[in-house]
């Protein structure tokens, strides 16, 4: 085998071994990335869940303020009609 030849094949097994790294670390990185991905999606749909939970919460709240309201409306009429009547 000639010496060119030689320092062909030792350059081909160089580069093969500096890609071999290069798609180790891409490998990692893309494990990395699928976990956090994985991580972000888990609480997206966990905040998500809640925020429905709270909404509904508000909603029932608001619901309940209002009924709170229209009966306090109604006994401030009757206290005003009671206190007009002993005057």
Do not use: C, P, W
């Not at 798609?23 to 905040?47: C, P, T």
């Amino acid at each position: 085998m000639a010496a060119s030849d030689k320092e062909t094949i030792e350059g081909q097994q160089k580069k093969l071994m500096i890609v071999r790294h290069e798609l180790e670390d891409v490998k990692q990185k893309y494990g990395a990335l699928k976990r956090n991905y994985e991580s972000v999606s888990h609480y997206a749909a966990k905040d998500n869940a809640e925020f429905k939970k709270m909404k509904t919460m508000r909603d029932g709240f608001e619901e309940h303020i209002a009924t709170l309201m229209a009966s306090q409306r109604k006994s401030a009429e009757s206290l005003k009609v009671l206190l007009e009547d002993l005057t």
